[in-house]
């Protein structure tokens, strides 16, 4: 099957250069050896130009590492890469990592490539990268979106108000970016280069005790990186979870939910995949197939959206849509019922239970449900000392505790606490009519069950 050519951006529109010993992948946001649109590009390429694939990493470590990640996050990173650089090695596609900034390692090797291809993502740091790279590398460049099922540009080409006005445009695109991608074989192996990777991957945990990083927050053991466990799991959901996802999404303790967006985030399996086996699934009914596509499409590619069209999305007067902040800053001087630091809050000692359980889950296996999330930042709005704090806090808990912080959907869905892309509801203390979520949500599912689960879940760490 082809790549969509909507897929596909020419960054540098010059011939591919004549002398290049190689076609030179930036392995950075898709950190997999298959179903990886940007990869299958590279190949076909350098089969055109009999030349081999090299796919290359930059690692950032020390002062200049990548913003909020932790030694949980390198772990799960390295975990992937590891899985990565053992199946491009058994594709013919040669593997360099070295300690430096992606744009760093793509200029330099690009110095003797023919051609240099790009995958994409949608962050602020991301898109620097890109606009480094085509200042400084002279041959040809050409992105390849991997990481979305439609181009966020294809989708629409402005920032959407809510997943209402995007909705009717993805459902009338998606269809044939749900497809498959047949792997190429590479005509010529990479093994004779003579490349020498600084980092050894294949050893991730030698590699992360090598880092200078904050090793408060460590690695998990209830996810293990890499794209053989994410198909793994997502076969295991399919198997257990899947059946009953519609109805059952909304209870943290009905075991529906696919776990993947770890994977998602650090590119480690295509939505396209999941989205393939979901609609493929001999299990499970229409309403568990609309409810999980609308997940893993909509709201997802909503952040996506969000992300690339709006400038400040991690600041609060950016971030938060204007009816909100107004809303928020007439009850800025509510009495809170609760007030915590965020200290407290980190340690999981407020007066609630449940939501102490939630935080205690997060900060100890790196995951929450989404019901939960939902409800984990309205608190934090509730006990914090201003909205702009409670944004701040929430954000920072947010990505240094989750595995799949630091995201589009990380940035999106702390601002959806605060007002954005939702409506105003009734008007009440502290929020306002940016809605509410009280306790009594947590009558709609078998909360002291949760609870029992984190125990479970928590003593398995140790
Ligand atoms: C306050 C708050 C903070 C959040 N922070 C993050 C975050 O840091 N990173 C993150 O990936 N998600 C975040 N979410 C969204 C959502 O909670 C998670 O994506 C989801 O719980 C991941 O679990 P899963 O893969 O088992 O989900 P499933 O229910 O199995 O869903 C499948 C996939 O659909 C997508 N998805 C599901 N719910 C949402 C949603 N509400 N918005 C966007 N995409 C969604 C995810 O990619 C997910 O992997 C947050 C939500 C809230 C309310």
């Not at 699934?281 to 997802?300: C, F, H, N, P």
């Not at 939960?372 to 608190?379: P, S, T, V």
């Amino acid at each position: 099957m082809a790549i969509q050519g909507e897929r596909i951006r020419v960054l540098n529109d010059v011939e591919p250069r004549a002398d290049g010993a190689y076609v030179l992948y930036l392995l950075q946001q898709a950190n997999r050896a298959t179903f990886n649109p940007a990869l299958e590009f590279a190949i076909a390429e350098a089969n055109r130009l009999d030349l081999p694939v090299v796919a290359c990493f930059g690692l950032l470590d020390g002062a200049s590492g990548f913003p909020e990640a932790n030694a949980r996050h390198y772990a799960f990173l390295l975990q992937g890469l590891a899985d990565a650089k053992a199946g491009l090695e058994k594709r013919g596609v040669g593997f360099v990592m070295r300690k430096a900034s992606p744009a760093r390692v793509a200029i330099d090797l690009a110095a003797d490539a023919a051609l240099l291809v790009l995958d994409r993502g949608y962050l602020a740091i991301q898109k620097g990268w890109y606009r480094e790279i085509a200042a400084a590398v002279e041959t040809r460049i050409v992105q390849v979106e991997g990481d979305v099922v439609v181009p966020v540009e294809t989708a629409s080409g402005k920032h959407e108000f809510a997943a209402r006005t995007l909705r009717p445009k993805l459902n009338r695109l998606w269809d044939p970016f749900i497809a498959a991608l047949a792997p190429r074989k590479p005509k010529r192996a990479a093994g004779a280069l003579e490349l020498k990777s600084a980092i050894d991957v294949s050893d991730p945990e030698a590699v992360l005790a090598g880092m200078t990083l904050d090793r408060v927050v460590g690695p998990v053991k209830r996810f293990v990186g890499g794209e053989t466990q994410a198909r793994q799991r997502l076969a295991a959901f399919l198997k257990d979870g899947f059946s009953g996802y519609g109805a059952g999404r909304n209870m943290p303790e009905a075991a529906a939910a696919s776990h993947m967006s770890p994977y998602l985030h650090f590119g480690q399996i295509s939505p396209v995949e999941i989205a393939q086996a979901i609609r493929a699934a001999k299990v499970g009914d229409d309403d568990d197939r609309g409810a999980y596509l609308e997940e893993l499409i909509v709201r997802r590619e909503l952040a996506m959206n969000h992300v690339f069209y709006a400038e400040g999305y991690d600041d609060y007067d950016r971030a938060v849509p204007e009816w909100a902040r107004k809303t928020l800053a007439e009850h800025a001087k509510d009495e809170r019922p609760h007030a915590y630091s965020e200290e407290q809050l980190a340690a999981g000692e407020t007066h609630d239970r449940y939501w102490n359980a939630a935080m205690r889950e997060m900060r100890e296996t790196g995951y929450m449900h989404n019901q939960l999330r939902m409800y984990w930042g309205k608190k934090i709005l509730e006990w914090s000392p201003s909205p702009q704090e409670g944004f701040a806090r929430t954000l920072r808990l947010n990505n240094r505790y989750f595995l799949d912080g630091r995201d589009p959907n990380s940035f999106t869905n702390v601002a959806w606490v605060y007002g954005l892309h939702d409506r105003p509801w009734q008007n009440r203390p502290v929020f306002g009519t940016v809605r509410y979520q009280s306790e009594n949500s947590l009558k709609k599912f078998d909360a002291k069950s949760y609870v029992r689960a984190v125990e479970d879940l928590c003593a398995a760490e140790r």
